[in-house]
Nanobody, 124 residues
């Protein structure tokens, strides 16, 4: 059974930083792409960032490009999301997602396993 456990969320002031972590168990972590999505209250879940199986290719939503960085440590079965220059509009529950293949897609359907989510709140 695949499990994804996120951590690192919290309350931060605008302009601050947070780093989210997601530890994966129950599958060969290094064989699959990973992604991060977020869902703000009253809105649909949206794509944030994705990384391929080796970490050499990444993709970001336009809204976070230049501020967020996705990375992975295959030895630790962990994917990270470094979030800098946070804005109030980044407030959401952030979800870690496990890809269905080694290369990432950009839709929820491209990811077959999900974490429980971690709340990120950015105050103005």
């Amino acid at each position: 059974q695949v499990q994804l456990v996120e951590s690192g969320g919290g309350l931060v002031q605008a302009g601050g930083s947070l780093r989210l972590s997601c530890v994966v168990s129950g599958r060969t972590f290094s064989s699959y792409a990973m992604g991060w999505f977020r869902q703000a209250r009253g809105k649909e879940r949206e794509f944030v960032a994705a990384i391929n199986w080796l970490g050499g290719n990444t993709y970001y939503a336009d809204s976070v490009k230049g501020r967020f960085t996705i990375s992975r440590d295959n030895a630790k079965n962990t994917v990270y999301l470094q979030m800098n220059s946070l804005k109030p509009e980044d407030t959401a529950v952030y979800y870690c997602a496990g890809g269905r293949s080694s290369w990432y897609g950009l839709s929820q359907a491209d990811f077959g396993s999900w974490g429980q989510g971690t709340q990120v709140t950015v105050s103005s």
